[in-house]
């Protein structure tokens, strides 16, 4: 069977605003990726006693798993009003990475690949990561997870 989708081109735009002072203190950035033909978004009530997997990435598409190659963009909206979120990208070596979201806010990746280093060495190579996780504070949270692939 042929695909009926059509590729489109996936429109993100980040935007800040502050009158500081009376000053207006404003920044807008557009950036267009093309070629969307696949969206994952969900929300996820994330528990805090547990690290619950979000996505997990291969060579092939499942419940839950994304091509690694196709993906272009990931956000991670933390939708609670009070508690933070630890969100976790780990690789096939299980390394790992965490970066803490804070109530209402966001993690974006335009894709899987990344770079941890224990030593502070010098870069040498992205890898695949394998996964990303989340972990509540305090309490649940509700998570909304959406990602982009060609």
């Known amino acids: 069977m042929a695909t009926t989708i059509t590729p489109q081109t996936l429109d993100v735009t980040i935007s800040t605003a502050i009158n500081l002072n ?17 969206i994952d978004k969900r929300i996820v009530n994330v528990p805090s006693a547990t690290q619950v997997t979000l996505v997990t990435f ?14 272009k963009f990931i956000q991670i909206t933390n939708k609670d009003s009070t508690n933070f979120v630890r969100v976790r990208v780990t690789r096939t070596s299980l390394a790992t990475f965490d970066v ?15 770079s941890v280093s224990e030593t502070g060495a010098a870069f040498s190579a992205f890898v695949n990561a394998y996964n990303i996780s989340a972990q509540a504070d305090t309490s649940p949270c509700d998570v ?6 060609i």
Do not use: C, D, R
């Not at 291969?58 to 993906?71: D, E, K």
């Not at 803490?100 to 990344?114: D, L």
């Open 100 to 114: 803490q979201i804070p109530a209402g806010g966001y993690y974006i990746a335009m894709n899987p690949q990344e």
């Open 58 to 71: 291969g060579t092939t598409v499942g419940a839950g798993q994304l091509i690694t190659g196709n993906v």
């Open 22 to 38: 009376g000053q207006p203190i404003n920044s807008e950035n557009k950036l267009s990726i093309p070629s969307i033909t696949a």
């Open 144 to 149: 909304e997870f959406f990602a982009a692939s």
